[in-house]
């Protein structure tokens, strides 16, 4: 165990309170015009899935657990759960549902992603910062619009919402920042 300021928790980061052992799912640092700085942060207990909510004062130390990190390729979802397998060794893991949450529509098959493990029992996995998704449905393409710096909805292949910029339209391929589904550039594939 290792001890750090609660400041630099990230989401991912295992930590350890009161003997077990808890995944942050959500980091956020406060500082109201007075009083202390304080980190607020949503967690889910490893052992039975129970999310918590701690807040503590950005200088205070908390006990950071050492976890595995490794790249493991996403190979498919099933009754199970979701299988990866570690390209090194070729060993598979099932990881449940409740880990990947609201990452799964995020999967594609053979897509390599860093996977958090703690003796043996996956934890956490991020998903690579930017993906490569089709735009199944938008607003058409008006000629002249492409001055203005409104965005319009639009329907991913995957099923997630996001807004693109007027000039893309329905079978164009973009790039998608996974933390919040937001569009970045069309794809130069």
């Known amino acids: 165990m290792v001890k750090v300021i609660a400041s630099s928790l990230r989401k991912g980061n295992v930590v350890e309170q009161d003997g077990k052992l808890y995944v942050v799912l959500f980091a ?12 607020n942060v949503d967690m889910r207990r490893i052992s039975d899935g129970v999310k918590v909510t701690e807040r503590w004062r950005t200088t205070e130390q908390v006990e950071r657990a050492e976890v595995d990190d490794r790249e493991y390729t996403f190979l498919y979802e099933d009754a199970e759960g979701f299988h990866f397998m570690n390209p090194e060794n070729y060993e598979q893991l099932v990881v449940s549902a409740d880990v990947v949450g ?6 594609q098959e053979s897509m390599n992603l ?8 996956a934890i956490a996995l991020e998903l690579p910062q930017r993906v490569t998704l089709e735009v199944v449905d938008t607003e ?14 639009a329907v991913l292949e ?11 339209g329905a079978g164009t391929r973009i790039v998608v920042l996974t933390a919040d589904n937001s569009y970045v550039e069309r794809a130069k594939d």
């Open 140 to 153: 058409p393409v008006v000629k002249g619009q492409t001055a203005a710096s409104s965005y319009k909805p």
């Open 102 to 107: 609201d990452q799964k529509p995020y999967l």
């Open 158 to 168: 995957n099923g997630v919402k996001t807004m693109v910029p007027p000039h893309i």
């Open 114 to 121: 860093m996977l958090s493990t703690y003796n043996g029992v």
């Open 28 to 39: 956020e640092n406060v500082h109201p015009g007075k009083g202390n700085s304080v980190t």
